[in-house]
């Protein structure tokens, strides 16, 4: 057999290598939910939210090539709405998250139109700029409306049907499950979204304006409509994040989030589908690891041995990574694996008669390994 | 001599430019209905520019009428619906989308029906991009990559294919190839094609009629033949 193994799209032997892939995501799962502690859970549940706004941001940056350094802004947004909702107004906390992707997404349409007229360092300047102003917002919110420093965060009660009772326990094991099925609805929008016409029409945005634009693509409506999605998706793991948090303050979504959630699409590798979610478990247990090793740096000379040198240096491993990988793990894992089997997509059907309009709809015969 | 006829595209007192600044001042030209129609151009001429007016791209004045149609006012989408399609100066392709994927998106404005038949024929006329299927543009040759933006533009079944300047930065044994294709799917076909060159060796070889721009507005046109005999524009663009 010659290499690299050519797998046909949606052979038998494709769909046979992605159950098994799903399955195997799912047993690992299954067994942290029986197993883990739930410190752990919670650490697990962190590393979603955080995969969740680096999938949101890769839709907007790594597929339609716009930066934002503002979605620490829209999960701040959806984190304060929930958490002022459901505890002023005792609202039904998923009323809450669905009032918060809506808020999020206008605010991203608003933010898409200056981005219409800018382009690379100058998107990101006005950008960051929002994520620089949030605070200030977010604090005379506290003063005015809140009048306490912070505000408290959402407490999710498991549904009754989980069997999950409403004790700490119970209530992180409910808070994994419920960040992994956010993340998968997340990642599910923006692969059927990346695998469909417009998905395409994004990434030929990014690639090639002009050349989009005489194809028919309206890039304003694009561009606009690309970043209010992305933003609605950084909801929600805004929204996650005040059910794991037990008060949310002015500093709870600084730029600092923003340059996390960017850090972690790098690390997992831009405008590839697994990229984000990989670099977000990645960035998290690594930031996590130095973390808790800290105190065994201390032998470091001067200010290095008092500063936070786990940040340091999971700055230092990120930035080399980035010279070793530059497409990230995923590309990086993705430009090795070409070399052992690649995907060819299956045979183009026969013009459809004209009496058959569906023919072409169903799906090509599946091939096997050639 | 070519036989009359029917016009397809007419453009009639053209005015375009960039904010403030004006590059076409009035320019004509006509394509017939299954002709090849080259307009020859300085680097700076407006050629380009002409390009991006008719597509719909830059604000115009004027009136540029497409099978009877006026279009002066239409955006970009409408106006690919309408049969024009344009293949950028620089071919434009979607270098991080597979050959597959380019031809797809170049069908954007159109919905369902017939896209994998047409992916079937553009494959049979451009049989290097079948072999390259699933591989991303970015891969691809410069000869190639044209082949691909040609494809691409042809996949949203136009009537009339714009060419922006095609022999760019290509060998001319590529250009060659490149022409005899576009020759074919004229003939062939029955598109309709306008190609703006610089260089105008081959493309008036396949070109039924000939328009010279200069600076904004055109000052020579008539069919390949009489172009080529006219001595001032001999010595700019055929360098002989
Ligand atoms: N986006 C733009 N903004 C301002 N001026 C432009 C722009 N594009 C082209 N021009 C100017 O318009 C003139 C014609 O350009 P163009 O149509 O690209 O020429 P050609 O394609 O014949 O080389 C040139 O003087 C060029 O500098
Ligand atoms: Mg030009």
């Known amino acids: 057999m010659t290499m690299p193994i050519k797998i046909r799209e949606s052979s038998p032997l494709h769909w046979a290598l992605r159950v098994v892939g799903v399955s195997a995501l799912a047993a690992i799962a299954v067994y942290f939910a029986s197993n883990a502690a739930p410190s752990t859970l919670g650490k697990i549940t962190e590393a979603c939210t955080l995969a969740i706004a680096a999938v949101s941001l890769n839709l907007l940056l790594g597929f339609n090539g716009q930066i934002s350094l503002g979605h620490s802004t829209f999960a701040g947004l959806a984190a304060f709405t929930a958490g002022y909702s459901v505890n002023a107004w005792h609202w039904n906390p998923w009323v809450s998250l669905g009032v918060a992707c809506v808020l999020c997404f206008a605010l991203g349409l608003l933010l898409g139109l200056p981005a219409l007229r800018l382009k690379g360092p100058y998107l990101a300047l006005v950008t ?16 005015q409306t809140v009048k ?46 990346r695998k469909s016409r417009i998905g395409r029409s994004l990434v030929a945005v990014r690639d090639n304006e002009t050349a989009a634009a005489v194809m028919g693509v ?21 929204w996650l994040a005040a059910a794991q948090l037990a008060t949310l303050d002015e500093n709870s979504f600084s730029i600092l989030t923003s340059i996390k959630y960017l850090l972690a699409l790098f690390l997992g590798g831009a405008a590839t589908l697994a990229g984000p979610v990989v670099g977000a478990f990645t960035y998290f247990f690594a930031d996590d690891l130095l973390k808790t090793n800290a105190p065994k740096w201390d032998f470091l000379p001067g200010p290095l041995s008092k500063g936070p040198v786990a940040s340091f240096l999971l700055g230092v491993l990120v930035i080399v990574f980035v010279f070793i990988a530059p497409l990230g793990l995923v590309g990086f894992v993705k430009a090795q694996g070409r070399k052992l089997a690649v995907v060819v997509p299956p045979p183009l059907r026969p013009a459809p008669k004209a009496s058959d309009p569906t023919a072409h709809a169903s799906p090509a015969p599946a091939g096997e390994v050639e | ?32 209905e299954g002709e090849v129609a080259v307009m020859l151009g300085a ?14 791209m830059i604000n115009r004045k004027g009136t540029i009428t497409f099978r009877g149609e006026a279009l002066t006012r239409r955006a970009p989408d409408e106006i690919v619906r309408m049969g024009i ?19 797809r998106a170049g069908a954007y404005v159109r919905k369902g029906s017939g896209i994998e038949a047409d992916l079937e024929e553009w494959f049979g006329v451009f049989p290097r991009l079948r072999e390259r299927r699933s591989q991303k543009a970015g891969g691809l040759s410069g000869g190639e990559q044209q082949m691909l933006a040609i494809a691409r533009a042809l996949m949203s079944r136009p009537k009339l294919l714009l060419c ?32 703006v060159e610089q260089n105008a060796n081959l493309a008036l070889r396949i070109a039924h009629s000939v328009f010279v721009l200069e600076t904004g507005s055109i000052v020579a046109s008539g069919t390949a033949q009489e172009i080529s005999n006219n001595d001032a524009v001999r010595t700019a663009y055929l360098g002989y």
């Open chain 1, 128 to 143: 960051l700029a929002v994520a620089f102003v949030w605070p200030t917002v977010a604090r005379k919110f506290l003063q």
């Open chain 1, 148 to 193: 306490a420093s912070t505000l408290k965060g959402m407490r999710l009660r498991p549904p009754t049907w989980t069997g999950l009772a409403n004790n700490r326990v119970d209530r992180a094991l409910f808070l994994f499950w419920l960040s992994l099925v956010l993340l998968v609805i997340t990642y599910a929008i923006v692969r059927n979204l």
């Open chain 1, 218 to 238: 309206n890039l304003p409506f694009t561009k606009t409509v690309t970043f209010g999605i992305s933003a609605a998706l950084a909801g929600v793991a805004g």
């Open chain 2, 1 to 32: 001599m070519t036989p009359e006829r029917a016009p397809l595209l007419e453009v009639r007192d053209l005015v375009a430019g960039y904010g403030a600044v004006q590059v076409l001042t009035g320019l004509d030209i006509t394509v017939a």
């Open chain 2, 43 to 56: 680097n700076g001429a407006g050629k380009t520019t002409t390009m991006r007016a008719i597509s719909g």
């Open chain 2, 85 to 103: 399609a344009q293949v950028p100066q620089g071919r434009g392709t979607f270098t991080d989308l597979t050959v597959e994927e380019n031809l």
């Open chain 2, 164 to 195: 922006d300047e095609p022999s760019l930065g290509l060998a001319p044994i590529i250009t060659q190839e490149l022409f005899d294709v576009l020759k074919r799917l004229n003939t062939e076909q029955g598109l309709s094609i306008l190609i």
